[in-house]
């Protein structure tokens, strides 16, 4: 991450499309967050995203955790925040790199006072498809073998389960997909990069070599290819990005139902044939 925020310009347009589906959520609860975390890998986007909102006038000043002069990253160590100190913690793509996600939605819970809210935004299964289909079959081809070159993700239903496991009420998980088109592979590659989303995951394994990388550019060039406006061709790579929307637990939220504790059920209209 600190090479992408030496890169020039910045490669920040999906975390600024992240940050806008927060500052939206943000907009359509009617209450106020004096003290307020961004636990975003690249900080200012979600405080500058945030002050063209009309929930900036109801949000405190957005303050950075840092511990021994770098940021706090959750899930690898103390965040440094008091348990019950924080009214808003919000990430902007930064949970999927969590060396234990479920350890670092517990601290940002645990972090929240009652009825506090946990706004989060992480890339999901469907992110780099693409690349990881064509990383796969090209080093198959090559080697007769191929080792995990694109980082698994979390699907909706894995996020959800992990924000009941971290104790968040009422949690909710949307997702936004959006395509992404570039020249070629490598545009794609020198991107992800820039945006510090260009480490390999976790466990020792071979480089992938020139001819396989070769081969994996051809590979997406024949599968992945689409038309762009200007009627060249390119190629097209999906981004999935999960919101993930918990509370702290507090004695005033709603509470659901029992079961069997409704009085009146539906009725069923009768079909006419």
């Known amino acids: 991450m600190q090479r992408a925020e030496r890169a020039a310009p910045p490669v920040d347009f ?3 499309r992240a940050a806008e589906g927060l500052a939206d959520s943000l907009d359509a609860i ?6 307020v975390v961004d636990l975003s890998p690249r900080t200012g986007i979600f405080a500058d995203v945030l002050a ?30 008091e348990d019950g100190s924080v009214d808003l913690i919000a ?10 996600l479920p350890g670092a939605l517990a601290q940002i ?25 064509v990383l796969t079959r090209a080093e ?18 894995d996020a959800a389960g992990l924000m009941q496991r971290a104790g968040f009420a009422l949690p909710v998980v949307d997702g936004d997909t959006v395509a992404v088109r570039y020249p070629d592979m490598m545009a794609l590659v020198r991107d992800l990069r820039a945006m510090g989303e260009g480490g390999p995951p976790e ?8 001819r396989t990388v070769a081969r994996a550019a051809g590979l997406y060039d024949q599968r992945h290819s689409v038309t762009g406006d200007d009627a060249r061709p390119r190629v097209q790579a999906t981004f999935e990005t ?9 004695p005033d939220q709603p509470k659901p139902l029992k079961p069997g504790s409704v009085a009146t059920g539906f009725r069923v209209a009768p079909r006419k044939v």
């Open 52 to 81: 063209a909102h009309d929930a900036a006038a109801r949000i405190g000043s957005v303050t950075v955790p840092v511990a021994s002069a770098e940021r706090v990253v959750p899930g690898e160590g103390p965040l440094g925040l």
């Open 203 to 210: 466990g020792p394994k071979p480089r992938l070599s020139r």
């Open 242 to 250: 999960l919101f993930l929307t918990g509370w702290a637990p507090s």
């Open 14 to 16: 999906l975390h600024r």
């Open 91 to 100: 990430s902007v793509l930064g949970l999927h790199w969590a060396n234990d």
């Open 109 to 133: 819970r645990r972090a929240l006072k009652p009825d506090g809210l946990f706004l989060g935004a992480m890339f999901g299964a469907g992110t780099l498809a693409e690349l990881r289909d």
């Open 140 to 157: 198959l081809d090559e080697t007769g073998g191929a080792a995990p070159r694109v980082s698994p993700f979390a699907d909706a239903y």
């Open 30 to 35: 009617p209450r106020a967050f004096p003290v």
